[in-house]
């Protein structure tokens, strides 16, 4: 793989089900992100992690959790989803969380909870 | 609070100039992005400015102020696949970047 990768593409989900979205990259990054995407409103980030072993809340991390046991993958579960939860959620790299380096951005994940 | 600023949509002509502009009110400032997303893709990174002024890079240009709390990006012969929702993004003192809800750029013929 070269980048960053999410999975699934779509899902559909009954309310109070439990998910885990799958973000891997491969590009030895330090930094990894997850956002959520929602019509009319700017990329929210739900939670980050700045190295491997280490993770930070977001501006919206509540209803989510993530774990960073290793550099590549970063993945984040909706412990009992629910419909507010629907959105398309981002998984973003970058070398650094420092000023100027970019985020890389995988192809994202289209969520619907009923 | 935190605030990022910029219009929802423009429309413009292909091979014309437009500016999209951006104002942003953050707690601390480490530099500005400008992303580009297609409807239905990921954001891609189009430009990074920290000091005031202008970088170009090829038909794109960015400015900022900071004094002004202010940013523009500036597309030249704007072509077909231009099209797309451009994003505003502000790296806090945190090292977070707080997003604009994007400014979607039609181009007709």
Same mark, same amino acid.
């Given at each position: 793989?070269?980048?960053?990768?999410?999975?699934?593409?779509?899902?559909?989900?009954?309310?109070?089900?439990?998910?885990?979205?799958?973000?891997?990259?491969?590009?030895?990054?330090? %930094?990894?992100?997850?956002?959520?995407?929602?019509?009319?409103l700017g990329l929210r980030l739900i939670h980050y992690s700045n190295?491997?072993?280490?993770?930070?809340?977001?501006?919206?991390?509540?209803?989510?959790?993530?774990?960073? %046991?290793?550099?590549?993958?970063?993945?984040?579960?909706?412990?009992? %989803?629910?419909?507010?939860?629907?959105?398309?959620?981002?998984?973003?790299?970058?070398?650094?969380?420092?000023?100027?380096?970019?985020?890389?951005?995988g192809p994202g994940t289209r969520l619907t909870v009923l | 609070g935190?605030?990022?600023?910029? =219009?929802?949509?423009?429309?413009?002509?292909?091979?014309?100039?437009?500016?999209?502009?951006?104002?942003?009110?953050?707690?601390?400032?480490?530099?500005?992005?400008?992303?580009?997303?297609?409807?239905?893709?990921? =954001?891609?990174?189009?430009?990074?400015?920290?000091?005031?002024?202008?970088?170009?890079?090829?038909?794109?240009?960015?400015?900022?102020?900071?004094?002004?709390?202010?940013?523009?990006?500036?597309?030249?012969?704007?072509?077909?696949?231009?099209?797309?929702?451009?994003l505003c993004a502000v790296s806090d003192s945190n090292y977070q970047?707080?997003?604009?809800?994007?400014?979607?750029?039609?181009?007709? =013929?």
């Amino acid at each position: 793989i070269a980048g960053i990768t999410q999975a699934p593409t779509s899902q559909i989900l009954a309310a109070g089900r439990r998910m885990t979205l799958r973000c891997t990259q491969d590009m030895r990054h330090n %930094a990894m992100y997850w956002y959520r995407q929602d019509l009319g409103l700017g990329l929210r980030l739900i939670h980050y992690s700045n190295t491997a072993g280490t993770t930070g809340k977001g501006e919206v991390p509540d209803g989510y959790s993530v774990s960073r %046991a290793n550099t590549d993958d970063f993945p984040l579960t909706l412990a009992s %989803a629910v419909p507010s939860q629907t959105s398309v959620y981002f998984c973003a790299s970058s070398y650094s969380s420092s000023q100027g380096d970019e985020q890389f951005f995988g192809p994202g994940t289209r969520l619907t909870v009923l | 609070g935190q605030n990022i600023d910029q =219009p929802t949509e423009m429309t413009a002509t292909e091979g014309a100039i437009v500016q999209i502009n951006c104002t942003y009110q953050t707690s601390g400032f480490n530099g500005l992005f400008w992303y580009q997303q297609h409807a239905g893709e990921a =954001p891609t990174f189009l430009s990074y400015n920290v000091l005031d002024g202008l970088e170009e890079k090829g038909r794109f240009s960015s400015f900022l102020s900071r004094s002004k709390g202010y940013s523009y990006l500036l597309l030249k012969e704007l072509q077909m696949k231009d099209s797309a929702s451009y994003l505003c993004a502000v790296s806090d003192s945190n090292y977070q970047l707080i997003w604009g809800a994007g400014t979607k750029l039609i181009i007709k =013929p």
